[in-house]
């Protein structure tokens, strides 16, 4: 960087407030003092500089240093750096001042001096100076590749993808969507009258369905809960629907237009299992699209499931079991990692308990069919948080002889984020939650305060701003509102100063899935 004038300040700042007199930064200024309110120390401070000098700043988010260098030469290292915030570099100066950033694009400076030539460790960049060893160029190229790898031709939209159809408008046999798999769970949703949403999974039967339909707006039992003269059946690319009444019922009705939401587990589990200890039998569970002739989980667990569908790699899995009564009983979940947001239902009429990783604790849960804030109730997870093999019941989810369905996920990088944000009650400075990817879909709920699960994604509105919104738990028509969200390439921005989703100090969770990761991400 490239510093002219008498009052330059060079740095790294918190991403809310980068000004020099508040907010959480790390600074360096021309007269040579590094100071910060990041909670971190220095052990000195630096040569003052002037017009003409190059000031190099070199971050270290994983251990939270700060270097700072003049023309090559360190002048200060900053450690204990508090990484809670998302930091930006930061320059300012007086209005008559100019600073000529390079990040790896021009060693030159536009021309101010002769060109350097250093390229990072992984061969990117021209910079004047050598880069410190470990340290790379800030750009898309050296960001990390998610587990699904875009670079290979294989993409999000591979483990979730939406559908949108219309209904016809006579009986027959119908086929709609084009997306690359076969869900393990639909979740579909009528979008212009007040219909409720159906939930249909792979574990439970999603082949020649007329009965194993789950609502999230309710506590009605698994059956066919107002679906009538339908029978839905999903394909390797979609929905199929055999319609003998298309004047009636809510899943397929007379030229209606409709939502799906699509998850890929580990495909269909053919066989229960009747076993309560030892290796699960064949086929009761699908491994990333494989069926297991024997499935061994964590020794911590106290029952085994009776079918378990897996995704390991999009870190979703789906898990039935029967209740044996036993408050407290350790399940296996299938995944290589903590579950962050977990939706259980008991078959019979029973209400939906969610557990986030951002609620108070797992002494806590959400109910998907009510808009009520987290409430204390250790019988749904015994007051146990899941780990990395298992997850824990409480009383109300191991009832005797009670059929249970529930789905877990985890965040994947490039894929899926699971996390909380703060809301402002300003439209202009609404809050910005990063999730390393331009998201398809995301799904908020005020945690702390009542209010809907909201649902927006990019099918619906392809771009910004995305404002066309369904409720998780209302059967409610799609409300198109003035102003809600913008999806960028790196996560989303709430554009509303609307309480349900944005009050002043509370806080929210969201559950948000990509269409292409930061790296690749493109903005329409």
């Known amino acids: 960087m490239t510093a002219t004038g008498t009052n330059t300040t060079v740095g790294i700042g918190g991403q809310v407030d980068i000004d020099a007199n508040g907010g959480t930064n790390v600074l360096y200024r021309n007269t040579g003092t590094v100071s910060t309110t990041a909670g971190g120390s220095k052990d000195q401070d630096g040569a003052s500089y002037a017009n003409g000098d190059i000031i190099g700043c070199a971050y270290d988010l994983d251990n939270g240093i700060v270097k700072y260098f003049k023309n090559g030469t360190l002048q200060s290292t900053v450690t204990g750096i508090t990484t809670t915030n998302t930091y930006l570099p930061y320059t ?20 101010l001096t002769t ?6 460790g992984n061969g990117i960049g021209n910079f004047k100076y050598a880069v410190p060893s470990g340290h790379l160029a800030l750009c898309n190229k050296n960001l990390s590749e998610s587990t699904i790898n875009t670079s290979v031709d294989e993409r999000p939209e591979d483990h979730f993808d939406t559908i949108l159809y219309q209904a016809a408008t006579s009986d027959g046999t119908y086929t709609h969507g084009n997306i690359s798999f076969q869900a393990d769970l639909a979740w579909i949703k009528e979008r212009v009258a007040g219909e409720r949403h159906f939930l249909i999974d792979s574990v439970r039967g999603n082949q020649s369905v007329t009965n194993k ?12 809960n107002g679906v009538s003269g339908t029978t839905f059946t999903q394909t390797a690319t979609g929905y199929q629907f055999v319609e003998t ?5 809510e899943l397929y009705y007379n030229n209606r237009t409709y939502v799906g939401w699509n998850w890929k587990a580990g495909g269909t589990p053919t066989a229960s299992n009747s076993n309560t200890s030892g290796a699960m039998t064949a086929n009761s ?13 964590d020794a911590s667990v106290t029952q085994y499931p009776t079918k378990m569908s897996i995704n390991t790699k999009a870190g979703f899995s789906i898990v039935s079991w029967t209740g044996n009564g036993s408050a407290g009983t350790w399940l296996p979940h299938g995944l290589n990692s903590t579950p962050e947001m977990m939706i259980l239902r008991g078959l019979d009429a029973r209400v939906w308990s969610v557990y986030h990783k951002n609620i108070a604790n797992a002494g806590y849960y959400m109910q998907l069919n009510s808009t009520n804030a987290q409430s204390a109730d250790g019988s749904m997870f015994n007051s146990v948080a899941p780990n990395d093999k298992r997850f824990v ?19 994947v990088p490039g894929y899926s984020k699971f996390g909380t944000y703060i809301g402002t009650s300003n439209a202009t400075g609404g809050a910005y939650v990063e999730c390393g990817f331009k998201p398809a879909f995301v799904m908020v709920k005020c945690s702390t305060n009542t209010g809907s699960w909201f649902v927006l994604d990019s099918k619906r509105d392809p771009a910004n701003e995305t404002v066309r919104e369904l409720k998780w738990d209302l059967a409610a028509a799609e409300v ?14 709430l554009r509303t100063t609307g309480g349900a989703v944005n009050a002043a100090g509370q806080s929210y969770i969201f559950m948000a899935f990509a269409e292409d990761p930061y790296k690749y991400a493109e903005i329409k």
């Open 92 to 111: 300012r100066g007086t209005t008559s001042e100019n600073n000529v950033a390079n990040f790896g694009q021009d060693s030159t400076f536009d021309g």
């Open 115 to 120: 060109a350097g030539g250093n390229a990072d």
């Open 213 to 224: 339909f789950l609502s999230s707006t309710g506590t009605v039992a698994e059956g066919a």
């Open 245 to 249: 009444s298309i004047s009636s019922g």
């Open 285 to 297: 569970v699908s491994l990333n699209g494989t069926l297991q002739s024997a499935y061994t989980p």
């Open 393 to 411: 019941v409480g009383s109300y989810n191991v009832v005797s002889n009670v059929n249970y369905i529930g789905y877990f996920w985890h965040s």
């Open 480 to 493: 198109t509102n003035a102003a809600f969200m913008d999806f960028t390439a790196t996560g989303f921005k």
